[in-house]
């Protein structure tokens, strides 16, 4: 075993790794970029070295300056996590070449699955089905090769994952378009604008496998179903897969211990097949999709279903260990589900958010994994996922209100979250029943996105929040200057709302909203309304805060005597709805666009969001140029909308 070692990652999946190396004895070194330097995983590790910089370019795809890094620290070895290094086989080879060990799969395994297109023809070879399409080098076929596979098509990048550079195309019509946004996003990913032609599945399950290999020889962890996806990223993911037997479990599991042994794998992977759910789960309905070769982020619920720590497996073979338990002796207990909470405003369409964490309270009874703490920021520069949610319990069903009852008790302030969407999407009919597919979510968007409405009562206590009366908290002790009155309370959820709110005593309050009035208390750390106790609990932090009551209803508190900055605004306007790059400029001055046309494309937090025109109109004038980075909220172009 290895008695230090360097984790050449940041965020959650560096701090999951710490926490195995501590209990395992093994000594740490943290690497970050000047964003990062007061970050969770710094603080964590037992060392840290600054890679300088804010971008990944210039901090943690530093390969040069991470071997550096471990050398000068006198680490045996570099941990890649997942993400930035951890499948680029010219690291792999640096790293080695610098008498260190890569915590991952050979160089070798890693170009040969990471093709999408030489991977699908080397499983083939290994007897692993593989779904119908187009594979070749040649890309100035790819359009022909469309319209023979019929429509609907995906395009995917031949390199790397995520859901970047891929695209669904339902007519022949939107191909060219969609083709090169789809090379233009792969090849700043991954550095390759080469992409594939699939056929879509039109019930699809996305079932992938986790394997493990030790070079020679390789088992199976079984299943995880990670079906629910919005935009090719994975939301909630589950193992086992609802509904899986036991003949397809094997029929899928020895595929994927296929797939690995044929390319001498070591370490952890996993193996991702597409399932036509159209009927059922069948044997011969199953197809090779990829192998990413490297831990996912989604490993968690492997680890609760079977007792398996992958991060250790990971540390023994790399340090020349054989694989710690045989396939016999591998086996599921009960059900687990991963959710993935992030910054992102799901109403807008689900941009990526940024802010300061200025409170951060989790579930108590469920695993959470994040690389975040109360106080830190979410930069525009990585991912902004706050943490993973894990729950495990006996049975499928319970492990489900597990999941539920831990996301409503998670509270976070200072930045718009994806909680209540998580939550909805985990009381939906359809997936409490284990009716999953990949389309289950679009196809009930507007009900799983729908904002919760405050009630009264819930607007009672913001308005408290509002005037700074739940400071006291619990029992507003000490306090003796309350002397009865009523003071005017504005706060807004989506509008803006007055309160009048009467001090009663030193901790109760009549709350009066329109035409609505509540006796609110505050008495054994515990809000009650109406003489009903409750859950609820208040936090406000001068000008937004929340109540936390099942649902999470953040509200803003306007300062009376700022300028309406909204004023003067007019319309057709398009702002950039998130801090970013602008990529692409579609228009210019005079331009006449209709409704839906695209104006430019923005990139932020790894992908791109194409802006399009919300009305027809004329383009009066352009105030960003491709290159430019932006702040959110800036006036990119202006239009003079058409009369209807």
Known sequence: MFS??????????????????????????????????????????????????ATPAESYLRGDAIIAAAKASGAQAIHPGYGFLSENPDFVEAVEAAGLAFIGPSAHAIRAMGLKDAAKVLM???GVPVVPGYHDAAQDKLAAEADKIGYPVLIKAVAGGGGKGMRRVDRSADFAQELEASQTEAQKAFGN?????????????????????????????????????????KVIEEAPAPGMTPEMREAMGQAAVRAAQAVGYAGAGTVEFIV????????DRFYFMEMNTRLQVEHPVTEAVTGVDLVEWQLRVASGEGLPLRQDELSITGHSFEARIYAEDVPAGFLPATGVLHHLQFASGARIDTGV????????HYDPMIAKLT????????????????????????????????????????????????????????????????CTKSQSLAAIAALGLHQGQPDFAGMSLWGGGAQSAQFAFDALQTARVETLSHSRFKVTIDETTHEVAHLGGAWSIDGAKTSAQIWCDGEVGAVFWGDT???????????????????GVTRAPMPGLVRVVDVEAGAQVKAGDRLLVLEAMKMEHAL????????????ASAGDQVTAGVALVRMEVADD
Do not use: W
């Open 553 to 571: 209803y953040a509200f803003t508190v306007p300062d009376p005597l700022a300028r309406d900055e909204g004023q003067g605004a007019g319309d």
């Open 193 to 233: 604008a080469a992409v594939l032609i699939e056929k879509y599945v039109s019930t699809p399950r996305h079932i992938e496998v986790q394997v493990f290999g030790d070079g020679t020889q390789a088992v199976h962890l079984f299943e995880r179903d990670c079906s629910l996806q919005r935009r090719h990223q």
């Open 612 to 623: 399009r025109a919300a009305a027809d109109g004329t383009v009066l004038e352009v105030m």
């Open 373 to 380: 703490r109360e106080g830190g920021e979410i930069s525009p």
């Open 124 to 126: 083939l070879k290994a």
């Open 276 to 283: 036509d759910a159209s009927d059922g789960l069948s044997t």
């Open 391 to 454: 729950v495990h319990g006996a049975d499928r069903a319970s492990a489900l209100g597990q999941l539920t009852r831990a996301l409503k008790a998670t509270q976070i302030g200072g930045t718009v979250t994806n909680i209540g969407f998580l939550a909805a999407l985990s009381e939906h009919g359809g997936f409490s029943a284990g009716e999953v597919d990949t389309g289950l979510i679009e196809r009930d968007l507007e009900a799983l996105t729908a904002a919760p409405a405050p």
């Open 4 to 53: 230090k070692i360097l984790i050449a990652n940041r965020g959650e999946i560096a701090c999951r790794i710490i926490d195995t190396c501590r209990r395992l004895g093994v000594g740490t070194v943290a690497v970050h970029s000047d964003v990062d330097a007061k970050a969770r995983h710094v603080a964590m590790a037992d060392e840290a070295i600054s890679l300088g910089g």
